[in-house]
């Protein structure tokens, strides 16, 4: 069965029609106070539940229905597959700064507390933060979903791939390498008390290329932005960005806009306008292998 969360109920939908299995009638009611309640019908026990909930903003709200749900689930008898297609918090996923909190693990462990027994997302943002579970963790790639979108709907002239910092180079050279296309990585660095991101310069062979920035997140744009101007100022012809989550939170889209970018473009992980990649095919055959 698949219990298709609040965040998302129409991806969720639509991987239970893949499946071909039912989609279980639940009901989220918020009270004057702001507390909310779960509440189910039919039967689960004995049942694999996909419990379908993205962790996108407000972050906390989602993820407290997610365990709500899966706490309930579990509790009626349901072996729990948490698919939480954006994990937020995956980018806490050690001690940066003395002192900070791994909020990731405090995830791993809410969600092992509330009888999710594994987890599959999409694209998690580091191996490193899988190893913080103690229950089995899949992400998986949207890279082909988003090369097959970009191969047929972005007429790109002599692409070049460009992964914005270390972090995103696998996912980049995957993408490049099934594009068939030429690839490059920036050198960011964030200031990690103040937030804001600087490219090293690095002369880059991109001059009359149509340049794709590809990233796990855009958040704030902040990443892209600046890769844009690298890759413009460095005679490309044109810099599309895409992602496989977007969260485009505040002015991120004004802000890539006005630095050049010609299009954004996400997977619906996170639903929005920009989020035209479908997901739910790679999730529905992945989840297809778990029954088995
Ligand atoms: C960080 O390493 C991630 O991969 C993204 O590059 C980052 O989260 C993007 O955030 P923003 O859009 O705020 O720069």
């Given at each position: 069965m698949v219990a298709a969360g609040p965040a998302s109920e129409e991806l969720g939908n639509s991987i239970a029609g893949k499946l071909g299995v039912?989609?279980?009638?639940?009901?989220?009611?918020?009270?004057?106070?702001?507390?909310?309640?779960?509440?189910?019908?039919?039967?689960?026990?004995?049942?694999?539940?996909?419990?379908?909930?993205?962790?996108?903003p407000p972050v906390d709200q989602h993820l407290f229905q997610l365990l709500?749900?899966?706490?309930?689930?579990?509790?009626?008898?349901?072996k729990v597959v948490a698919v939480v297609p954006y994990l937020a918090y995956a980018r806490?996923?050690?001690e940066f700064l003395p002192g900070e909190g791994v909020t990731l693990g405090v995830v791993a462990h809410l969600m092992?507390?509330?009888?999710?027994?594994?987890?599959?997302?999409?694209d998690i943002h580091s191996a490193e933060g899988m190893s913080l579970f103690s229950i089995p963790v899949y992400s998986v790639s949207a890279i082909p979903t988003l090369v097959g979108y970009a191969k047929e709907k972005l007429s790109l002239r002599d692409p070049a791939v460009i992964s914005p910092d270390f972090g995103a180079s696998k996912r980049t050279e995957a993408f490049a390498s099934l594009y068939g296309a030429a690839y490059?990585?920036?050198?960011?660095?964030r200031d990690r008390k103040t937030g804001e991101v600087s490219v090293r310069e690095a002369a880059l062979d991109v001059r009359g290329k149509d340049v794709v920035i590809l990233d796990d997140i855009i958040s704030t744009g902040g990443t892209v932005k600046a890769a844009a101007e690298k890759?413009?100022?460095?005679?490309?012809?044109?810099?599309?960005?895409?992602?496989?989550?977007?969260?485009?939170?505040?002015?991120?889209?004004?802000?890539?806009e006005q630095a050049g970018v010609k299009s954004m473009v996400a997977t619906n992980t996170v639903?929005?306008?920009l989020s035209v990649v479908?997901?739910?095919?790679?999730?529905?055959?992945?989840?297809?292998?778990?029954?088995?």
């Open positions: 039912e989609s279980l009638k639940s009901e989220f009611k918020v009270f004057p106070d702001g507390e909310s309640k779960f509440t189910s019908e039919g039967k689960v026990s004995g049942k694999t539940v996909f419990v379908v909930q993205s962790t996108y709500l749900m899966s706490h309930h689930l579990s509790q009626d008898g349901a806490q996923d050690k092992r507390s509330a009888g999710v027994r594994r987890l599959v997302t999409v490059f990585q920036l050198s960011k660095t890759v413009l100022g460095q005679g490309a012809s044109s810099a599309v960005a895409i992602c496989t989550h977007g969260l485009f939170v505040g002015e991120a889209v004004r802000k890539l639903p929005g306008v479908d997901i739910s095919d790679a999730l529905a055959s992945h989840l297809k292998t778990l029954e088995e």
